[in-house]
C-alpha cells in the first residue's frame, strides 16, 4: 500500500507546478468559454489517470470504476475531436479568408497600376499633340497642317492669325 502510495505521488503533477502551468494559459488564453471548459474536463481527467493509471492502481479498482473511467476517456475524446474539427474548420476559413483579401489586394493594386499607366500614357498624348501642333507651324505658304488640334493649339492658331490680321502688339493675349 505504501509503494502504490509512493507510486501515486509520483505520477501525480505538483500541485504549485499546476497552478504555474495553469496561470499561464489564463494569461495568453482570449478564446471562449468553451475552451475553458474543455481545459477543465482535460485537466480533471489528467488528475484521475494521474492518480489511477499505473497498473496496480487499475488493478485495484472494480469493473464499474473501470467501466466508469472508461466512458470518461471516450466522452473526453468525442469532446476533444469535435473541439478539434472546430478549431481546424475556423483555421480553414481564417485561411481561405486571407486569400482572398490577398487576392483582392493583388486585383487592386493591379487597377491601380493601370489607372497609373493609363494616366500617364494621356498625359504623354497630351504632351506630344502640343509639340506636334507646335512642329507642324512651319510655315509653307498658307496651309494649314492636316492634323486635330488640342484646344490651346487651336487658341494659338487663332491668336496668331488675329496678330497677322490686326498686328502683333507684343504680348496681348485675345
Known sequence: VIEEIEEMMQNSPDPEEEEEVLEEE?????????DSVLLQEMQALTQTFNNNWSYE????MSGSELTELLDQVEGAIRDFSEELVQQLARRDELEFEKEVKNSFITVLIEV????????ELMKKRRKEKGL??????????????????SMEGISNILQSGIRQTFGSSGTDKQ
Do not use: C, V, W, Y
Open 26 to 34: 489564463d494569461e495568453g488564453e482570449t478564446s471562449s468559454q468553451a
Open 57 to 60: 492502481g487499475l488493478r485495484h
Open 132 to 149: 506636334s501642333l507646335q512642329s507642324s507651324r512651319i510655315e509653307k505658304g498658307n496651309q494649314m497642317p492636316l492634323k486635330r488640334f
Open 112 to 119: 491601380q497600376n493601370k489607372q497609373k499607366e493609363q494616366r
